[in-house]
């Protein structure tokens, strides 16, 4: 995770406020479910939504977000799982939709196995949204250019590629951060690579639902 002051200024990128609710999409640890469900309050709802396509991994990611929901205090959290395209069956009508690093995996062929291509994903998640309401989007960059040619192997995917599928689902650009940027990246590594992990070049998008 971020330090405290990036995690702030995400979480206010994000737009993710009292009373708001958030779809968390594959929290992992769930270390942004527990902030957002912080933020949020008791008026306010998080769905922390695992993706079926993933559900089989070894570190049991069903049973870690159960467990968070299960926590004192998280009487706000709804741990979920389906597959990415029936998001909708075990969510609601929400105020942000949240995926961090994750989009890329939407061009791999684990997510793509049960449908879910970025396009349908993204009218998923358009369909989702309140009026008004905000999809968020970081992850790893990669090259300009490069389309998403580089995203089976290092897990990288061009920002212009992102922009281009999610305003064809119907959204606009409403924001974006360099927050996360690393001009010291080359894009040229695989973002598990000890080498870059944790520092690679990410971006952020806010788009927004008319």
């Known amino acids: 995770m971020y330090d ?13 406020e009292v009373g708001a609710t958030v779809i968390d999409v594959y929290p992992g640890e769930g270390d942004w479910t527990r902030l957002f469900s912080d933020v949020v309050g008791p008026e306010g709802r998080v769905y922390s939504f695992v993706p079926a396509e993933v559900a089989h991994f070894k570190n049991d990611p069903v049973g870690l977000i159960q467990a968070l929901a299960n926590e004192p205090g998280r009487a ?11 998001m909708p069956e075990v969510t609601q009508s929400a105020d942000v939709v949240w995926v961090h690093l994750f989009y890329h995996d939407l061009h791999t062929a684990l997510i793509q ?8 994903f ?8 309140r009026p008004g309401g905000y999809y968020v989007i970081v992850d790893h960059a990669a090259a300009a250019g490069t389309g998403t040619s580089d995203t089976p ?13 999610v305003e064809a689902a119907g959204f606009a650009l409403d924001a974006e951060s ?6 010291d990246d080359a894009h040229t590594i695989k973002v598990f690579d000890p080498a ?7 971006f952020a998008y806010r788009f927004v639902k008319a």
């Open 4 to 16: 405290q002051s990036t995690l702030s200024e995400l979480t206010a990128f994000a737009r993710v």
């Open 76 to 86: 706000n959290v709804k741990a979920v799982s389906a597959d990415m395209v029936a």
């Open 113 to 120: 196995a049960k449908g879910a291509t970025a396009a349908e």
């Open 122 to 129: 993204n009218r998923v998640v358009y369909a989702l949204l």
């Open 153 to 165: 192997v290092l897990h990288r995917i061009d920002p212009a590629s992102v922009r281009e599928e």
């Open 178 to 183: 360099t927050l996360l940027a690393d001009p």
């Open 196 to 202: 870059i992990k944790g520092a690679t070049d990410r």
